[in-house]
């Protein structure tokens, strides 16, 4: 069975720092694109961030997280980071990973398979 498991969520400052992980099992890990989906209450599934299959050599982000999120994977633990700087209270969401098995790395919500998300607060 295919499981990813997010984990790192919680209750943190605004200017904060937060570092979400994403364990994943399963699957071949280095041949899927991974990818962080958030929900905040009330609004739609935004695209967060993504990062290339393989090497994870390229990444993309939603506009409000540039310069402020970061996106990498470890394929020896086949795990996905979500690294989180200068949180705002408009960060606050359920922040789910995912996964896909593509060459390109897009901003859809076309994933493969997800995680069960993961509550990230920020107080202001």
């Known amino acids: 069975q295919v499981q990813l498991v997010e984990s790192g969520g919680g209750l943190v400052q605004a200017g904060g720092s937060l570092r979400l992980s994403c364990a994943t099992s399963?699957?071949?890990?280095?041949?899927?694109?991974m990818g962080w989906v958030r929900q905040a209450p009330g609004k739609e599934r935004e695209f967060v961030a993504a990062?290339?299959?393989?090497?994870?050599?390229?990444?993309r982000y939603t506009e409000s997280v540039k310069g402020r999120f970061t996106v990498s994977r470890d394929n020896a633990k086949n795990t996905v980071y979500l690294q989180m700087n200068s949180l705002k209270f408009e960060d606050t969401a359920v922040y789910y990973c995912?996964?896909?098995?593509?060459?390109?790395?897009?901003?859809?919500?076309?994933?493969?398979?997800w995680g069960q998300g993961t509550q990230v607060t920020v107080s202001s």
């Open positions: 995912a996964a896909k098995r593509t060459v390109l790395l897009g901003t859809d919500l076309h994933y493969d398979y």
């Open positions: 399963g699957l071949t890990f280095s041949s899927y694109a």
């Open positions: 990062i290339t299959r393989n090497s994870g050599d390229y990444t």
